[in-house]
């Protein structure tokens, strides 16, 4: 910080004070710290998962691995009988392979062998002889966690500025991240001065009192993400007042109380004004907080607080809880329950009660609660992605889309998004935001992929600032037919950008596929992105084009295709599926296959458009993201795939 004019002893207003605070140059640095050392941390940079979870199809259920076809004429009456090929425990790995008329008893948690497709649960079995009889049918899938079920490689799994709970670290734990990179806690000197004052637990004698400052300083600093480090108590004695300033000049900020007013004992701003610096404000146009200081020791910021602890944490909370925040990583403020109305029906399972996570979503009529997909046992996405849990009632087997709830949150302190963004996925989204933290770096949004179809709902009902959507119509026109079809009014669509979407394949192309028939035709396993994204939306379109071409019905056509109900949640997923051999192709967007490096097969250029309700058009934070959006900068920052282009920006009113 360059030498500054010394406000000594006259008022300032409440900006220029804050502007003094905000001219302090300290970096933001960062750590490495174990994930048992990590809770409450700040998270210094974005993590995607590298493997998936679970890394192989596993049981979720005590019983038998078994070819699902042979048990459709199970009953009761009439029992399947197969022949028992061995046993695999959890943990254990078998290269057994189970055929038609066999059966591998498998425990929870253990590896799906070769040839299985379902797990008949064990209290629908019997046992005799080397043989097992089957007592009730079971369909593909059944009692399996297939791999990549509850985190799919390539998923974002915590972003930058999260500050972890359990959940987050044992997601991080989950695939198998020993370490986290976090901004280092700023370390806070704290003092209090005064020969009136006395420590809590002393005896008080007559004409003192308790130092209170020192303690809710201390805890404020430490809610606020700092590393608060009590000096202890100076009487008003110059000599004592000095070296308890050059013992905290060892750490990155002072906080002191007291000894700051008019008063012949109030000797703190001269005592600062001796150093090189000194004091840079003394007394601000406030109340209460009137003879606040702000000074300057060898670069190292210092505030003088007043010793009324009212005053003391009002001056606090207004001047330095920002500053201290800001450095830390955190943002804003939280609280622990609150009223939320569902947005879809959910059904539940009679005779227990349940507990379901859920997002907050600000809305027209107040909070509207997003159940988050994979709250199945085993899942811990779920949690790490969520605000905070409703109960439903055991003897309750659907609550209603709209109904009213109560969400227990995960944290003692809300923050709420300044930008709410829920549909289609892109990075491009990822680089706009970026841009914006670039000028704000205390920007927070949420954003929730649910497809462009999700994202439209989620503008009618209020709930999203902002939807990404590429809906292809019939017609070959984007958006707009749907935009009609769905009865969407009160909203506008803002042109976006270009992508490139195509099949991802593995570098070389092993199967030499060039086109979705290719896919049909050769048996590549795939992987498909969620239901009700645009991307999924555009394969089923090829595929019933192939189906037409062959002479089969989709239906058909898609069960024969390996892997076409197995969904990821992004673009990223779909090519670090394929990265890792466990899918030959899969839908998405160029900008991830150069990404890792993948071939690419172009299939169509699409329009990725914004929708935005027309209220809250003119939001700032909606101006900021449409500035940055048909700005230079983002054109030249988008990645190979992704262009801006003639109609960028262009507004369609609906």
Not at 119 to 146: C, L, R
Not at 285 to 306: C, M, N, Q, W, Y
Request: hydrophobic fraction near 40%; glycine fraction near 10%.
């Amino acid at each position: 910080m360059g030498k500054r004019k010394k406000v000594f002893r006259d008022l300032i207003s409440v900006e220029e004070a804050i502007s003094i605070v905000e001219s302090f140059q300290i970096k933001r640095e960062t750590e490495k710290v174990s994930l048992e050392n990590a809770l409450a941390r700040v998270v210094a940079k974005d993590y995607e998962a590298e493997i998936d979870v679970p890394p192989f199809d596993r049981s979720t259920m005590d019983g038998y691995a078994v070819v699902a076809e042979d048990t459709f004429e199970a009953d009761e009456d009439s029992p399947v009988k197969l022949r028992i090929k061995g046993r695999i425990g959890a943990g254990d790995f078998s290269a057994l392979e189970v055929e038609k008329g066999e059966a591998i008893e498998v425990a929870t948690g253990a590896p799906i062998p070769k040839g299985a497709n379902a797990v008949v649960m064990e209290e629908y079995t019997s046992e005799d002889n080397g043989w097992v009889s089957i007592y009730k049918a079971v369909a593909p899938g059944e009692n399996i966690m297939f791999a990549g079920a509850d985190i799919m490689a390539g998923e974002m799994i915590v972003r930058e500025g999260t500050i972890l709970s359990p959940r987050e670290i044992g997601v991080l734990s989950a695939v198998g991240i020993p370490e986290v990179e976090v901004y280092k806690r700023p370390r806070i000197a704290v003092f209090s001065t005064g020969n009136e004052l006395v420590k809590p637990g002393e005896k008080l004698e007559s004409g003192k009192i308790y130092d209170v400052n020192s303690y809710t300083l201390i805890n404020s600093i430490r809610e606020d993400g700092g590393e608060a480090v009590f000096l202890g108590i100076a009487g008003d004695n110059a000599e004592e007042i000095r070296e308890m300033i050059k013992k905290a000049l060892d750490f990155d900020i002072i906080i002191c109380s007291g000894g700051t007013s008019a008063g012949a004992g109030d000797m703190i701003y001269r005592i600062l004004d001796e150093w090189e610096q000194g004091v840079l404000a003394h007394g601000i146009s406030v109340r209460p907080g009137k003879p606040t200081i702000i000074a300057s020791l060898e670069g190292k910021p210092v505030f003088g607080l007043p010793g009324n602890p009212t005053s003391a944490l009002m001056v606090y909370k207004i001047f330095v809880s920002p500053f201290i925040r800001k450095l830390s990583g955190l943002g804003r403020e939280k609280s622990l329950e609150i009223e939320a109305r569902l947005s879809t029906k959910v059904f539940s399972s009679p005779g227990r009660a349940e507990f379901l996570p859920v997002n907050l979503v600000k809305g027209k009529e107040g909070f509207s609660a997003y159940p988050v997909a994979g709250h199945y046992s085993g899942a811990i996405t779920s949690l790490a992605e969520t605000d905070g849990l409703i109960q439903i009632d055991s003897n309750k087997v659907i609550a209603e889309e709209g109904e009213k709830v109560t969400v227990q949150l995960f944290s003692e302190e809300i923050k709420p998004a300044d930008l709410m963004v829920i549909g289609s996925h892109c990075i491009g989204i990822d680089v706009i935001f970026r841009l914006m933290r670039d000028k704000n770096p205390e920007l927070r949004f949420k954003i929730i992929n649910v497809g462009s179809s999700g994202g439209i709902s989620a503008v009618k009902r209020g709930e999203a600032d902002i939807a990404g959507i590429h809906l292809l119509d019939e017609s070959g026109e984007y958006n707009v037919p749907y935009l009609k079809r769905y009865g969407v009014r009160n909203a506008i669509l803002v042109k976006g950008y270009l992508r490139e979407q195509g099949i991802i394949v593995a570098k070389g192309n092993p199967l030499k596929i060039e086109s979705i028939k290719d896919i049909v035709e050769r048996g590549a396993t795939i992987v498909n992105r969620n239901r009700g994204s645009g991307t999924r939306i555009l394969f089923d379109m090829y595929l019933k084009e192939v189906a037409e071409e062959i002479g089969q019905s989709f239906k058909s056509l898609t069960q024969g295709i390996k892997g076409y109900n197995i969904e990821a949640k992004s673009h990223t997923s779909v090519a670090v599926a394929v990265l890792m051999g466990k899918a030959d192709a899969g839908v998405g967007i160029r900008t991830v296959a150069e990404r890792y490096g993948l071939d690419f097969i172009p299939l169509k250029g699409e329009e990725y458009d914004f929708l935005i309700p027309k209220e809250r058009f003119d939001m700032e934070k909606i101006k900021e993201f449409l500035d940055v959006l048909t700005s230079e900068t983002f054109s030249k920052r988008l990645p190979v795939g992704l262009k801006t282009y003639e109609r960028t920006g262009e507004i369609i009113e609906l």
